[in-house]
């Protein structure tokens, strides 16, 4: 009997579909694959992107943000208030364009810098959302695809993170 339902086991570990295969994939900077792999995140969402930042300073992370939003695809971005005061960064001109943008000041700094996706993926990593990020500093980013509950503890404290920040007002004078 013990051997029917080992052999019945491994009858279902081999169905497609059955168990999610996940993916893991790295990106560094400076050399350009940290900031394209975050694009490539941005550029793969097709429910939500959900993103958590620091210092949001990167026009090319915003544009692919703003190009997702066009193409039907639920953005909101929380970054650290003290980081992102000036009305010329791009989480206000986010706003100013109708995503949902939110400022924490709850702590000293909101530090965090990942982005899940509705489409099961997490990047996450040292690499915050600006040019020197991209350009001059030693940053990494993971990319996390098809880990469900890596993905649902994400999107859990994005959820937290989310609630207890306040909403940026687009101030276009």
């Known amino acids: 009997m013990k051997k029917y339902i080992f052999a019945f086991i491994l009858l279902l570990l081999n169905q497609p579909g059955v ?3 996940v993916s893991i994939s790295a990106g560094f900077s400076p050399g350009g694959t940290a900031q394209a792999r ?7 969402a ?6 958590a930042a620091y210092e949001f300073t990167s026009w090319p992370v915003a544009d692919a943000l703003a190009a997702a939003a066009y193409r039907g695809v639920a953005v ?3 970054a650290d208030a003290g980081a992102n005061r000036q009305a010329w960064l791009p989480a206000h001109q986010l706003a100013c ?3 949902p943008v939110r400022l924490s000041s709850r702590y000293r700094i909101m530090h965090n810098k990942f982005i ?3 489409n099961n993926l997490v990047e996450t990593g040292s690499f915050n ?4 990020a991209a350009n001059r500093n030693a940053e990494n980013v993971v990319v996390i695809n098809g ?6 503890e994400y999107q859990t404290e994005f959820n937290r993170l989310w609630d207890e920040s306040v909403p940026l007002p687009c101030d276009r004078k």
């Open 129 to 132: 959302f600006t040019a020197a």
């Open 19 to 21: 168990y999610a295969e």
């Open 46 to 51: 097709q429910l939500s992107a959900d993103i």
């Open 97 to 99: 364009a109708g995503i």
């Open 76 to 78: 909101r971005l929380v």
């Open 116 to 118: 899940v996706t509705g």
């Open 38 to 44: 975050v694009l490539q995140t941005i550029n793969s």
């Open 147 to 152: 880990d469900r509950e890596v993905t649902d």
